[in-house]
């Protein structure tokens, strides 16, 4: 049964940057999507942005549009998100998730996704 593990989280200033990772273990195939979600105290949990693992397409949600980056390193075994530009409301515990051995993600709607990590807490001060 597939794993995944969060890394990368931590605590910066308003600007700066952090790359989480998500590590995936106990498979023999591929996930078909991945992506990354993340919750704020008190909030929904709010997808980020997914990769489709056949094509590597890319979708980002709007509120972290041209400062975030999802990608994929096959060889291994990890998604990642680049995060610049930090703002304070990017703090939230941040989730890896997979579609896997289920039909690929579409969108950023969590029911898409059956597998998820623990979370890696990114805290932004102003």
């Known amino acids: 049964q597939e794993q995944l593990v969060e890394s990368g989280g931590g605590s910066v200033q308003a600007g700066g940057s952090l790359r989480l990772s998500c590590e995936t273990f106990?498979?023999?195939?591929?996930?078909?999507?991945m992506a990354w979600f993340r919750q704020a105290p008190g909030k929904e949990r709010e997808g980020v942005a997914f990769?489709?693992?056949?094509?590597?397409?890319?979708f980002h949600a709007d509120s972290v549009k041209g400062r975030f980056a999802i990608s994929i390193d096959y060889a291994k075994n990890t998604v990642y998100l680049q995060m610049n530009s930090l703002k304070p409301e990017d703090t939230g515990v941040y989730y890896c998730?997979?579609?896997?051995?289920?039909?690929?993600?579409?969108?950023?709607?969590?029911?898409?996704?059956?597998?998820w990590g623990q979370g890696t807490q990114v805290t932004v001060s102003s």
């Open positions: 998730a997979a579609a896997h051995g289920i039909a690929a993600a579409t969108s950023l709607l969590p029911w898409q996704y059956n597998v």
């Open positions: 106990g498979h023999t195939y591929r996930s078909n999507s």
């Open positions: 990769i489709t693992s056949a094509d590597r397409v890319t």
